[in-house]
């Protein structure tokens, strides 16, 4: 047995190092690029943990989500009201405080979601994440309204790091970067657990084949709740993270046009395999960013690019580079 | 001794009497084919039995212990597996992570979350004995989806096995193989069976493997029993001869 325990610990070391690599290249990123492309990749690190989170239920689950713009929008709307109704304005207390909100909000609509699947699954999901939304709109002296409720930068660490006086911004971006890129790095760890789990196995079987799943004794719902828990507390986590980013929290972020963001970027990157989420919210981050700066008809040309995914990289970024280089080491051997 | 038997087991579709008041049992330990031809109802039964499907009235008594209403979990738990007649497999996880999946499950450990499923040593150690036993330990590694079809129908009972049932229920284990595949899954089949201490209940269509394998064997026809005794019994039963080769009954 400690010999298996040597060849798993062996067979991980490639992973943990390349994994590595990536993270410290990733470090580098505020001090070879500008504060611009700085805040841009820390909307992509937020947008991948969102994906990572959603890709648990449609990757590994098989659930089609339509609204899960709601627990990333409860997130940013966490925020919001701690800093304007409770000034509080460390962002540790965001994360401790909205977290089990967004895990209690996901376990609740997951409750009445998983009982269905396919199409009447999602359904359900975006008609409640629509009743969230209309709860922003409508409950304007709440919610601000369409206006939405402005968010001041927090303090970082416990109040050891602060953002006041001349530079604050270039600091905050700069230190907010590096928070995120650490939470990434953790929630990563934490999703690769999950899915390599007898937990997240078992997801995956009920994803191939759920009678015989059943057939082996486990409780279909029970899974399928608890991976809707995940899920969105992931998703949450991303919203609590953007929200002090972004600066304002608006309805739109409960809208289902910001679910279907989270759907194509999942589809972008490639749902059938771990990394495709997190290369595809990074990657739809720069590609909504320069079409928005590019053209006023962005939406055109995102719906261009993902019917094009799904005609020709119907697996994704990732599961094109996976097919292409299963192909190119065949063609080699042979 | 009486591992588990029906009490007037009824179920109907429509018109049709798919289990006409059935009184089934199976002895522990016996290696036991259930024949007949299509629409027979032995499907039915077995899916009345194992939870797929409830039963319009009767009870199913397992070790005595009426499970009539127990749902397919608890039902695994008492002890009854099954495999289908169309071969369901966990195409996406490997050949290794589908039988360590039922182990997980028999083992109550499909709720670990924090801890990765091939360090778990016991249970990757089991699966790949299980492997062994069925002769797949080489193709451990692949994915269930890549495997050939006779592989597949083999992967298909090891995944059952290895929730070490007491009773396991075997829908026709050879169908959709070659002459050659049929034996070998036969011989692996009824040597893991009477290697452990499982009770089988196969459905099958080959007389040949029928006659071959089985300790017993119970005919159906139009959702009731015809005949039921060992192969030399059945094989001099005239009614059998006549359901087998078209033919019209005695009675």
Request: with cysteine.
């Amino acid at each position: 047995m400690q010999a298996d325990a040597a060849v798993a610990r062996r067979s991980k070391l490639p992973l943990a190092v390349a994994a590595i690599m990536i993270l410290l290249g990733l470090a580098l990123v505020p001090l070879v690029a500008g504060l611009y492309q700085t805040q841009l990749l820390t909307y992509g690190l937020i947008a991948a943990i969102a994906a990572l989170g959603f890709n648990l239920l449609l990757g590994y689950t098989g659930l089609l989500s339509f609204g899960h713009s709601a627990y990333f929008g409860i997130g940013a709307y966490i925020v919001a009201f701690l800093a304007d109704d409770f000034g509080i304005h460390s962002m540790e207390a965001y994360i401790l405080i909205g977290l089990p909100v967004t895990a209690i909000l996901s376990a609740l609509f997951g409750y009445i979601c998983v009982r269905h699947t396919r199409i009447f699954f999602g359904i359900l999901t975006l008609a409640l994440s629509q009743v969230l939304w209309s709860l922003a709109l409508k409950l304007f002296w709440v919610t601000g309204g369409t206006d939405g409720l402005r968010i001041p930068r927090p303090t970082l660490l416990a109040g050891l790091v602060t953002f006041t006086g001349a530079g604050s911004f270039q600091r905050f971006i700069t230190s907010y970067y590096y928070y995120v890129l650490a939470v990434f790095a953790i929630c990563v760890v934490v999703m690769w657990v999950i899915v390599h789990s007898p937990f997240g196995k078992a997801l995956q079987a009920i994803r191939d084949n759920e009678t015989r799943a059943r057939f082996l004794g486990l409780r279909i719902r029970w899974f399928r709740w608890i991976a809707f828990l995940i899920s969105g507390t992931f998703t949450g986590l991303a919203g609590l993270l953007w929200a002090p980013l972004n600066g304002l929290a608006t309805p739109d972020v409960l809208y289902w046009p910001f679910s279907g963001e989270i759907v194509f970027t999942v589809l972008l990157g490639g749902f059938r395999n771990f990394t495709g989420p997190i290369l595809g919210g990074i990657v739809f981050t720069y590609l909504k960013t320069y079409a928005v700066a590019t053209t006023e008809y962005w939406q055109l040309l995102l719906g261009v690019v993902l019917v094009l995914l799904i005609v020709v990289l119907p697996t994704g970024i990732v599961g094109a580079l996976s097919s292409l280089a299963v192909k190119l080491k065949a063609r080699q051997k042979s | 001794m009486i591992l588990l038997r029906t009490v007037n087991l009824r179920k109907q579709f429509g018109d049709t009497r798919a289990c006409d008041g059935l009184d089934f049992v199976v002895n522990s330990g016996e290696f036991l084919s259930l024949v007949g031809s299509n629409g027979a109802g032995k499907t039915t039964l077995v899916n009345l039995i194992s939870a797929h499907l409830q039963p319009d009235s009767g009870q199913i008594l397992f070790e005595e212990r009426d499970i009539t209403f127990m749902s397919v979990t608890d039902r695994i738990r008492a002890g009854i597996a099954r495999s289908f007649q169309i071969v369901n497999l966990f195409d996406g996880l490997s050949v290794l992570d589908n039988v360590a999946l039922s182990i997980f499950s028999r083992d109550r450990k499909t709720a670990k979350i924090a801890k990765l499923a091939d360090h778990d040593f016991d249970v990757r150690d089991e699966a790949l004995t299980v492997l062994g036993q069925f002769g797949l330990r080489g193709k451990a590694e692949v994915l269930a989806g890549g495997l050939a079809q006779g592989e597949r129908k083999l992967l298909d009972v090891a995944v059952a096995y290895a929730l070490r049932p007491k009773l396991l229920f075997l829908d026709e284990p050879t169908s959709g193989v070659s002459t050659h595949e049929k034996a070998q899954i036969m011989d692996t089949v009824s040597s893991v069976v009477r290697a452990g201490t499982v009770t089988a209940v196969v459905i099958e269509h080959d007389m040949d493997v029928v006659f071959r394998y089985s300790d017993r064997i119970v005919m159906m026809h139009e959702g009731a029993f015809l005949a039921d005794g060992t192969p030399d019994q059945i094989r001099a039963h005239k009614d059998v001869a006549a359901i087998l080769l078209g033919a019209p009954l005695s009675v």
